[in-house]
Every structure is written in C-alpha cells, then in structure tokens.
C-alpha cells in the first residue's frame, strides 16, 4: 500500500513537472497561441500588433457576422478567452480582447502598460475604435501612443507602422508619406513592408490640381465635363468662374475678341448651371443669365464690372488691400448699374478691404448691408459674409456672436461640399471656443480642420497644426501637444520659411520641458539658435531682413 502511494506520488509529481514544461514551450507562450490561432489569408483590424504576429492582407469588408461563422474565429475566441480569464490585466490579455473584436476592453487593459510595445498596441486599439463619433479625438490619442512608444523604443517596427496609419487617416499626405517611408528604414524585405510601399505609392501621386484640369479641357468644356469638375471641385468651380472665367469673358469683350469671349462665356455658363443643378447655388448662373439677357450698352459695363472686379480679386489675393478697394467698388458700381448680382460679391470683398485695413466699424456696417440684401438662395455668399462677420466680433471681443455667425457659416460651407472653406472657419470657431474655456469643443473642431486641409503644404494647413498644438497645450494636454509639434517641426523643416521653424522648434522645446524631457528639449533650443545663425547669414532678403 505504501509502495502504490509511493508509486502515485512520482506519476504526480513527473505530471506536475510535465505540465510545466508544456507551458514553458514556446508554443504555448500565449503570444505564440494567439499568433497560431488566428487565420492566414486574412486580417481584421489594419494596425500592427506586437507578439509577432504574422502578416495577413487586411480586408475592411470581412464583417462581424461572417467571421462569427468561420470556426477559426471561434477558435481565435476560445484562446483568448481563456488568456484573459487567466489575467486580464495583462499585455497579452489587452491584445487579446482586441483581436476578438472588444477594442473599449482592450483600451482600458493597454492603458495600465508602460512598455513601447504596450503603448503601440494601445495606439492599435485607438485606431479600431476611431470610426466612430469620436473618432478624430481617438486618432489623436492613439498617434499619441505611437509617438510615447517610439520615444521609449525609436526603431520599434509596429510603432513606426501605427504612426503612419495615423497621420494617413488624419489626412496629413506629405506627413504620411515620410512616416511610411521612416517605417520602411527599419523595415526593407517583409510583407509589412510591401503594404508600407503601397500606401507610399498612393500618397506619392499628387492629387488632381482644379487649374491644370481645367486647363487641358478648357477649350472643349460641355455640361458633362462640367459637372465632373464641379462634383470633383465644387468650391474651386465656383470662385473661378466668379472671377476668373468671367474675368476673363470682360477682357476678351472689351478688347473685341469674339471668339475668346465667347469661349469664356460658355464655360461660365457650364460651370453656372453644373453648380445650380449639383448644389443648389445660382449666383454664378445668374451672374451669366444677366450677360445673356443684356444689351450692348449694359453688356459694355458688364464687361468692364468683370475685368474690374477680377482685377480687385487679384489685388486682394496678393493682400494689397489699398489697390483692392477702389477697384472692388468701382466694379460694383458698375455692376449695380446692370442689375448683375455680381454687385453683392463685389460688396463683400470691399468690406473685407476694410477690415484688413483694420476699419472694423465699417467693415461690420458694410457686411451687415450686404447680408440683409443676399437671397437666401445665394448660399456660398451668405457664408462668406457669415465668416466676415464673425471675424469683425472677434475683432470686437464679441466672442458669442462671432460663434454664431462661425457656425452656420461652416453649415453653410458644407451644405455647398467647399471643405477647405469650412476648415477654415472651423478653426477660427476653435480660436473662438478656446477663447472662452470650451476645450473640448475647441479640440473636436480643430482636428476636423486637420482632417480637410491635411492635403495642403501650405500656411494654412500651418495654421492648424499650430492652433491644435497650443489647445493642447492650453488644456496641459503635453502628449497631445508633443504630438502635433513633431508633425509641424517636419512640416515646417521641409517646406516652411526658417523662421516658422525656429518658432515651432521653441515650442515644441517647452512643451519637451514640461514632460520633463530635458535633453530633447536642449536639442531644440540648439537646433533653433542654428537656424537663427543661418537667417542672419544669408545673403536672402530673409536673411537682411532678420540680422
């Protein structure tokens, strides 16, 4: 009998020890199980996972009720549910609940870790959950992550391809496309690779420009052709043959070219009636419906109106607002004469003259007169003057009103599919709502003007990167900031003037300090008193401007 207990205790304890060595195994490292566990034609969430996991093409379309019938998914769902329930406090565990489609789980268990690769699945998980209302905000949190990860582990493969993720789906082209391409310096031969080539590839090839094809089918334009472009371009349509094509239809008529004037006229009309019926915005039809119905002597003054006028715009545009004015109103008058609703257009850029000549009081007064007489109809002009106005109670401190007038101007803008207008004035309601302690409002509008102009390399797009790095910043949110400033230090290094650089550099050197990163932050200051020493060396009038 004591031999049998003898003989039972050994069988125990060889199965004890037997058991340990199973679970030791590499394959049951529950990285490795989840890894084996999941299919290999196929992933369902796009970011990059740490534990080394297989790369898979990634297929949006692979919906929930499908996957919930395939047995590898119920496989998939009886592993990680027994990792979790074993501790789902872990790293492992948080991965897990994101693979088996529970990402808010995920987010809460990740949120514990302090390792870069715990932060980049984090970022993982942000991403999933940034279809949704709050999506914007979930983008900037998870490209947070990405950046605390790679700041812990700089050449951490998955963290560089989450960052690009990010930045691509923020909208930043440029931004995006250095990201891929800093993904592929730690990463040269393996799928993930070729995945990270073809978003380059994509975002390499220049978006379609409005002018250049305009251009190439200027001469042949039809209502097919025009509807395309004003589908594709809506506000570009619009503004140019505002000004532009009917600008140049005054020229053409006063220097008595019958055939280039009446080229120009049947593009205005095109774009007209595309905008009208695509829309709901006439003016630029009834703009041409008063040249069509008019005679000689009123076609005369329309046509000099519309050189005028055009003339003003280009004033304006070069920000000479003193020669701008005079010819603004010289056009209205004339066009006022013709009955052309040209006339309000006119009025509205006049009385932004004066406001860019700091005459606010006029400039409101002006407006106002303005918006009393445009038809509802007329849309894209009332949020025109909408957004004017708004900017005149800034001006004032009237930061309510400005709100107002901000809001249904963006509404307005949208209505009419003109995105970069709108992100405009989104991110002058976000100065507005930050102004007056409403972060989070300020925050949300901030990054959808992110999300429109992110295409341009252009002071505008500066502009938001800035206005989103100091909310940030306002709101002590110094991640978030960190965040934004390393996107616009890059921005800024490879295409802005030097002294937006040194000015990025300076607070981003802040920021970098109030994380109680010192050396990074001593880095900046350097790097921007070496840009300073280049603008006083250089022989460009930048340079003579700032020594």
Not at 1 to 8: A, E, F, P, T
Not at 270 to 281: D, I, K, Q, V
Not at 391 to 402: M, N, S, W, Y
Request: aromatic share 6%; with cysteine.
């Amino acid at each position: 009998m004591k031999r049998r207990v003898l003989i039972l205790a050994g069988i125990s304890t060889l199965l004890v020890l037997a058991w340990s060595l199973v679970r030791s195994t590499p394959a049951n490292d529950p990285f490795t199980r989840l890894g084996d566990a999941l299919p290999r034609d196929v992933r369902t969430i796009e970011p990059r996972l740490s534990g080394g996991f297989k790369w898979a093409p990634f297929r949006s379309s692979e919906s929930a009720r499908q996957r919930s019938r395939d047995p590898r998914e119920l496989n998939l769902r009886f592993v990680a549910g027994t990792i979790v329930e074993q501790d789902a406090r872990t790293h492992v565990a948080g991965v897990a609940q994101l693979l088996v489609g529970h990402p808010f789980e995920a987010i809460k268990t990740l949120k514990q870790g302090r390792t870069a690769a715990e932060l980049s699945d984090l970022a993982a998980a942000y991403y999933v959950v940034s279809a949704g209302s709050e999506g914007v905000r979930r983008l900037t949190q998870g490209l947070t992550a990405a950046d605390g990860a790679l700041e812990l582990e700089p050449r951490l493969q998955e963290a560089r391809f989450n960052r690009a993720l990010f930045i691509e789906q923020l909208g930043l082209r440029e931004a995006a496309r250095e990201a891929w391409q800093a993904y592929l310096d730690v990463d040269h031969a393996s799928h993930w690779a070729s995945e990270a080539g073809v978003h380059i590839k994509r975002l390499s090839k220049p978006p379609p420009q409005f002018r250049e094809l305009l251009a190439s089918v200027y001469a042949k334009v039809d209502d097919s052709t025009a509807r395309r472009l004003v589908i594709d371009f809506p506000q570009e349509s619009r503004t140019w043959g505002e000004t532009e094509i009917l600008g140049r239809w005054g020229d053409a008529f006063i220097a008595r070219n019958a055939a280039e004037k009446e080229l120009h006229l049947h593009v205005a009309r095109a774009f007209g009636r595309a905008l009208n019926e695509h829309s709901g915005e006439p003016l630029l039809a009834e703009a041409v419906e008063t040249i069509d119905r008019s005679a000689e002597p009123q076609r005369v003054r329309l046509a000099e109106a519309h050189s005028l006028y055009r003339r003003g715009r280009i004033e304006y545009g070069r920000q000479n607002v003193t020669a701008a004015e005079p010819l603004l109103r010289t056009a209205v008058q004339k066009f006022e004469s013709a009955g052309s609703p040209m006339s309000l257009v006119g009025r509205y850029y006049a009385a932004s003259a004066l406001y860019d000549q700091n005459d606010i009081d006029h400039a409101r007064r002006d407006l106002a007169a303005v918006h009393d007489g445009t038809p509802s109809r007329f849309i894209a002009l009332r949020a025109q003057v909408g957004w004017a106005t708004g900017l005149c109670h800034g001006a004032l401190g009237e930061f309510g009103k400005a709100i107002e007038a901000w809001k249904e101007s963006v509404r307005l803008f949208h209505s009419l599919g003109e995105r970069l207008n709108a992100a405009s004035v989104e991110g002058l309601l976000a100065d507005a709502h930050e102004t007056v302690g409403a972060f989070e409002t300020s925050w949300r509008e901030r990054l959808n003007a992110i999300r429109q102009s992110g295409h341009l390399r252009s002071p505008r797009l500066a502009t938001v990167l800035s206005g989103a790095a100091r909310t940030a910043i306002r709101q002590h949110d110094w991640p978030a900031a960190a965040t934004f400033l390393r996107i616009e230090v890059e921005a800024a290094s490879a295409t802005g003037p030097p002294q937006l650089l040194v000015d990025t550099l300076l607070r981003r050197a802040y920021v970098l300090s109030m994380l109680g990163r010192r050396t990074a932050a001593v880095r900046d200051v350097d790097n921007a008193r070496h840009v300073l020493a280049a603008i006083a060396a250089s022989p460009t009038p930048h340079g003579r401007k700032h020594s």
